[in-house]
């Protein structure tokens, strides 16, 4: 096993550099995370505040930070949570209208977007990538 592996603090601390609004909301999560001690809790429940904030994001700072922990094996362990509850989200609400699909074309990395694009075929038969 990876001694050197990152903790979940660490992981939302990496994602949410740069994004001052998100600064409470990290705190806020890691709060809730003592009382359900689950890792893709925490991350779910950071999937959900990036909808919150759509607006207030640095989005090309954060989809080189979503690049960085995918491509990170001290992350590994996060590997799916990020998949599912913050790509596979965000995926969503661009299809749906809520989230400008300019954004996600333009800023997400190469691991991301070969993910999102075997994600959306699979979900939908097409793909905005």
């Not at 080189?64 to 990170?72: A, G, P």
């Not at 094996?73 to 509850?85: A, G, K, L, V």
């Not at 661009?94 to 999102?116: C, K, Q």
Request: hydrophobic share 40%; glycine share 6%.
């Amino acid at each position: 096993m990876n001694q050197n592996l990152k903790t979940t603090e660490d992981l939302l601390q990496e994602l949410a550099h740069g994004q001052s609004c998100l600064e409470n909301e990290v705190a806020k999560i890691l709060d809730k995370g003592a009382s359900f001690s689950i890792d893709g809790m925490a991350i779910f429940y950071f999937g959900m505040e990036l909808t919150e904030h759509i607006d207030q994001m640095d989005w090309p700072l954060f989809f080189q930070m979503i690049e960085k922990v995918l491509s990170d094996n001290s992350y590994q362990q996060f590997r799916d949570d990020i998949r599912t509850n913050i790509l596979e989200s965000l995926s969503n609400l661009a299809s749906n209208g809520s989230m400008p699909t300019a954004l996600l074309i333009a800023h997400v990395g190469p691991i991301a977007r070969e993910y999102l694009r075997a994600y959306e075929l699979q979900v939908s038969g097409k793909t905005i990538f």
